[in-house]
T-cell receptor, first 116, second 115 residues
Framework: GAGVSQSPRYKVAKRGQDVALRCDPI?????LFWYQQALGQGPEFLTY????????KSGLPSDRFFAERPEGSVSTLKIQRTQQEDSAVYLC??????????????FGPGTRLTVL | QQQVKQSPQSLIVQKGGISIINCAYE??????FPWYQQFPGKGPALLIA?????SEKKEGRFTISFNKSAKQFSLHIMDSQPGDSATYFC??????????????FGTGTLLAVQP
């Protein structure tokens, strides 16, 4: 079946613009994660959803970052008033369940955000 | 206490050789240690994972060695091939008892296998 898809794949924004990044998880996956991957670094956790509930947003770097998953499937990560330090690849991952041996996280290809 | 430290930053290995990447963690509550492989322009993909109740896990050419007392684990790639050239990330997580199961990643190792 289809994997995790993300759109757009590339986004260029001028400093101060708002952006919205979309994630389509694998159908039926309960858990959805957003990670931020800076150039040459490992992914860093941003936020986590279990169905439509945002259970952990401890990794969101500022109140300019907002994520939602209103119907428990597609998720959107929104960044308001983008800054140059927001430039990174934003990865979405989904897993079938929360916890346990079936919690392998499947990653999408990411959205590369460049803020000029 | 949430960090995972990974070394080396980059690695060059001849075809047929053994690639070894090391990681160390601090949080003794972690109970799941996966390795991810990432090709340019792609998202990370799970390669192999281990839980702390075993000291070694082998899948094909890939082996994880785990030392619970030292809080260290490593990935060994036997008979390395040019197609293995990628960035490898170790990670740690709470599989049970945590609400998030978020992955804490190392900084990555860029592996180049020369033909």
């Amino acid at each position: 079946g289809a994997g995790v898809s993300q759109s757009p794949r590339y986004k260029v924004a001028k400093r101060g613009q708002d952006v919205a990044l979309r994630c389509d998880p694998i159908s039926g996956h309960v858990s959805l994660f957003w990670y931020q991957q800076a150039l040459g670094q490992g992914p860093e956790f941003l936020t986590y959803f279990q169905n439509e509930a945002q259970l952990d947003k401890s990794g969101l770097p500022s109140d300019r970052f907002f994520a939602e998953r209103p119907e428990g499937s597609v998720s959107t990560l929104k960044i308001q008033r983008t800054q140059q330090e927001d430039s990174a690849v934003y990865l979405c991952a989904s897993s079938l369940v929360t916890g346990g041996v079936l919690n392998e996280q499947f990653f999408g290809p990411g959205t590369r955000l460049t803020v000029l | 206490q949430q960090q995972v430290k990974q070394s080396p930053q980059s690695l060059i290995v001849q075809k047929g050789g053994i690639s070894i990447i090391n990681c160390a963690y601090e949080n003794t509550a972690f109970d799941y240690f996966p390795w991810y492989q990432q090709f340019p322009g792609k998202g990370p993909a799970l390669l192999i994972a281990i839980r702390p109740d075993v000291s070694e896990k082998k899948e094909g050419r890939f082996t994880i060695s785990f030392n619970k007392s030292a809080k260290q684990f490593s990935l060994h790639i036997m008979d390395s091939q040019p197609g293995d050239s990628a960035t490898y990330f170790c990670a740690a997580s709470l599989l049970y008892g945590g609400a998030t199961n978020k992955l804490i990643f190392g900084t990555g190792t860029l592996l180049a296998v020369q033909p």
